[in-house]
C-alpha cells in the first residue's frame, strides 16, 4: 500500500517505546510463555522516497527500508495454536495474550492488533503451507499509523518467522504475496503491495524501484542524496477504512471512462480530453507521479538533485489527490523555509509523516515544531531516515 499498520484499529494506535534488544525480547517470551525462545525476527518500516498512491494503479514507486523495525520473539509449539504477545498494547504491565487456535481463523476472529499477525497465519494456510503453533511476542520501534509501514513490518516478521520455523523456504517474493493477503484479504486494508515489496524485498544503502505493472523491481543507489529525515505529525490514520479506499475507486473509474485496464497506460492529453474534476485530478496526480518516479531515479543515477520532484509530488497529493492535510502541509512548508531541499509528505496520507531532504535532525525538528505549535501540535517524532536492509532473523 502506499499507505500501511496503518491500516491499525483506532483502539490500538499506541505510541511505541524502543525496541527492546533481541536477546532481551527472548528472554521476556521465555518468562511469559515458560520456555525459551527459538529465534527473534524482524521487519524493517519503510519510507517511500516518491510515488505515491501509483502502486494500485500499476505504476512506479521509489521506497527504502528504515533501520526502524518491529521485532517478534518466537517459539514453537506442540499444538495448532498461536498465543501473541504485543510489548505496544501493553502500557502497564504485562502484555496480555490473544491465543487462538489456527482452525478458528475467520472475519471477525480475532479482532485488534493481533488480527495481522495471524492473517499471515491464515494466509500461509490459504497458500498450502504447513503452519506449526506458535507463542510470539512483539515489541516495534515503528511509529503506528504513521505512514512508514509499521503494518508490513509487522507482517513481514511473523511471515519471515514462521517461514523459517516451518521450514517452508518460500522465498522473499512470494513472502510478499503472503503479507498482502494477509493485510487485504484478511484484515481488510484495500492495499497494493508497495509496503511489502519495500520491506521484504530492500537492500541497505539503497532504494527500490517497484514497477507494479510487470512486479519487476530495482535496487537505486541512495548515495549523495545529502541527509534524510522522517517527521511524524502525530496525526495518525486507518486505511482500512474511508478515504484510501475512496480514491482508489476514483482511479478505477477514471480508467475505466478512459477504457483502459489501469492509468499507467493513461497520459496526459487523454485525460484532459475525457476526463473533468475530480477523476480527471486523480488521473493527473497518477500520470504526473509516475513520471517523477522515473526523473527521479534517472537524477539518482547522476548523482544530481530531486528536491523539486519532492516539492512536486507534495503539491500533487495536497492538490490532485487531496491527501494531505493541514499538519503535513504545515510540516512541508516549514522545513523548506527553513532551507530544505525538498519535502513531502509520505505514506497513504490523511496523517503520518513527511520526509525532508536536506535538514539535518535538529533543524527538521525545530522547524516542524514551530509549525505545528499553531495547529495544537508537537512532532511525534523527528528522526534520520536510514536505508536499509530487509526483514530477516537476527538471533
Not at 206 to 219: V, Y
Not at 292 to 300: E, G, K, P, S, Y
Not at 321 to 331: I, Y
Not at 352 to 369: C, F, H, K, P
Amino acid at each position: 500500500m502506499t499507505g500501511d499498520p496503518s491500516g491499525t484499529p483506532p483502539a490500538d494506535r499506541l505510541a511505541p517505546g524502543p525496541a527492546l534488544a533481541p536477546g532481551a525480547l527472548a528472554d521476556e517470551l521465555r518468562r511469559l510463555a515458560g520456555a525459551p525462545a527459538d529465534g527473534v525476527w524482524q521487519g524493517p518500516g519503510r519510507v517511500n522516497l516518491i510515488g505515491e498512491h501509483t502502486d494500485y494503479n500499476a505504476g512506479l514507486a521509489l521506497p527504502f527500508a528504515l533501520d526502524r523495525r518491529t521485532l517478534v520473539a518466537v517459539r514453537r509449539r506442540p499444538d495448532r495454536r498461536w498465543r501473541c504477545w504485543s510489548r505496544q498494547h501493553a502500557p502497564e504491565g504485562d502484555p496480555e495474550a490473544v491465543e487462538v487456535d489456527l482452525a478458528d481463523l475467520g472475519p471477525d476472529r480475532p479482532e485488534g492488533w493481533a488480527r495481522y499477525v495471524l492473517g499471515v497465519a491464515w494466509a500461509l494456510t490459504a497458500a498450502g503451507a504447513e503452519v506449526p503453533g506458535l507463542d510470539l511476542l512483539v515489541d516495534s520501534a515503528v511509529p503506528l499509523g504513521s505512514g512508514l509501514s509499521s503494518s508490513a513490518a509487522l507482517t513481514a516478521a511473523v511471515a519471515v518467522a514462521t517461514d523459517g520455523l516451518a521450514g517452508a523456504d518460500l522465498g522473499a517474493e512470494a513472502l510478499v504475496g503472503i503479507c498482502h493477503d494477509a493485510e487485504s484479504r484478511f484484515v481488510g486494508a484495500p492495499t497494493g503491495t508497495l509496503d511489502q515489496r519495500a520491506v521484504l524485498l530492500s537492500r541497505a544503502g539503497h532504494a527500490l524501484l517497484i514497477d507494479f505493472a510487470t512486479g519487476g523491481t530495482e535496487t537505486v543507489p541512495l548515495r549523495g542524496t545529502g541527509p534524510l529525515v522522517v517527521v511524524d505529525t502525530g496525526v495518525r490514520h486507518d486505511h482500512a477504512t474511508g478515504e484510501y479506499g475512496a480514491r482508489r475507486a476514483d482511479c478505477e473509474a477514471a480508467a475505466a471512462t478512459l477504457g483502459l485496464p489501469d492509468l499507467r497506460s493513461a497520459d496526459l492529453a487523454s485525460i484532459d480530453a475525457h476526463l473533468s474534476g475530480r477523476l480527471a485530478a486523480r488521473a493527473r496526480h497518477v500520470v504526473t507521479e509516475n513520471a517523477r518516479v522515473v526523473a527521479t531515479v534517472d537524477r539518482l543515477r547522476a548523482g544530481e538533485g530531486i528536491g523539486d520532484l519532492l516539492d512536486a509530488s507534495h503539491r500533487s497529493l495536497r492538490d490532485d489527490f487531496e491527501v494531505s492535510c493541514p499538519e503535513l502541509d504545515a510540516v512541508v512548508d516549514a522545513a523548506r523555509r527553513a532551507g530544505a531541499e525538498g519535502a513531502r509528505m509520505t505514506g497513504g496520507g490523511f496523517g503520518g509523516s513527511a520526509i525532508v531532504l536536506g535538514l539535518s535532525v535538529e533543524v527538521a525538528r525545530v522547524a516542524a515544531t514551530e509549525a505545528l505549535a499553531p495547529l495544537g501540535r508537537v512532532p511525534a517524532a523527528v528522526f534520520a531516515a536510514v536505508p536499509s536492509g530487509p526483514a530477516g532473523r537476527v538471533s
